[in-house]
């Protein structure tokens, strides 16, 4: 398998090298033209540089139907990725040759600000894209990932049984802690994905000392976990304490699942999310780019 750099050194760097050729040649001949003024977009070069822009955008966004098409073949899509980045990359400077870097205030320059927009959150997802290599991995641990979901339900089922047989109040302790656990829903939530078995725990604990001040006289003497296991190994009869014990036992065991879970989501709706900005605003941008094409032809 591929190694996690593979996008940007696709094919020994084909498209960097085919990206730095074409600012090269843009910047060679910017430099050499006499525009016979300003250097603006409405000078032949800038008419050159302007549909060069406009072809590459329009080319960007045909990435969205070659993904959907050919999303088992990884391979071809690593090169797409590979030339998206690096082409995507050289419109900031091939447009800016081709306004003369004139920017003010109007319909073109919006353009220009969606087209930084969109290339800016692309530098975000090539980043995510970098940390979380392939769509294979993802799809792996999508299926680990539900079968934690799985057992951490079935853990709360099993401690809210266990709960109800020691006590109407512990009861509802763990019941806070499974509504206080957010997992799963959109991006949006997944991003906000929490585990809440603490409360549960610091409770159990809390109500574990409870009894073992009231079981033992060791009054005053600090209450660490280890005391408690102590405590618990020379009250094995003790039903309740028993019963407490597998209780935070099976809680514990939840908080590391639900927290690995509720980290991955968070993690892979932050993948998701710069998608959010880079596609629709790339739509945005095509809009103000087809305005600023037509603008420029009527008032020019
Ligand atoms: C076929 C493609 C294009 C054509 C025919 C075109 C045409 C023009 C023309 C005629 C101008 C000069 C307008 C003036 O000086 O008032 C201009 C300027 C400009 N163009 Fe384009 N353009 C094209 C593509 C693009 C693209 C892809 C972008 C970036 C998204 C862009 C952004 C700009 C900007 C920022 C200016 C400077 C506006 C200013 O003077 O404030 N253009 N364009
Ligand atoms: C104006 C320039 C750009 C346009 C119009 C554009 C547009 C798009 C579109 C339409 C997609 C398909 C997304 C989908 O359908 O899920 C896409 C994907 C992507 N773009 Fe861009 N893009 C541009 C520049 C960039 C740049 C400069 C980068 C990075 C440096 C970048 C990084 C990405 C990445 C990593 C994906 C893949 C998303 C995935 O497969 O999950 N883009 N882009």
Known sequence: MAGHDSILTFAKSRYLWIALALTGASL????????????????WLGYTLGTIGALLIVWLMLFGVRKRKYLDSAGTLRGWLSAHVY?????????????????????HTFAFVLMLIVIFSGFFGLYAYLRYPTLMTRNRESA?????????????QNALALADGIDPKIHAVVLRSIQNTKLGGGVWSQLRARDGSDIAITSLIAAMEERRKRGTDAGGQTATIFAMVDFLASNANDKQTEALRKLIDMITRKKGLASKVA??????????????????????????LIGHIVSSFFYW
Not at 28 to 43: I, M, Q, R, V
């Open 87 to 107: 082409l995507g990359t050289s419109l900031i400077l091939i447009v800016l040759l081709h306004a003369g870097f004139q920017v003010g205030w109007n319909l």
């Open 28 to 43: 060679a001949a910017y430099l050499w033209h006499d525009p016979g003024g300003l250097p603006n977009g409405g000078t």
């Open 263 to 288: 980290r991955d989501m968070q993690y892979q709706a932050v993948m998701e999310i710069w998608l959010y900005f880079h596609v629709p605003i790339s739509f945005a941008l095509l809009a103000a």
């Open 144 to 156: 680990t990932r539900d079968a934690m979901l799985e057992e951490v339900a079935d853990i709360d």
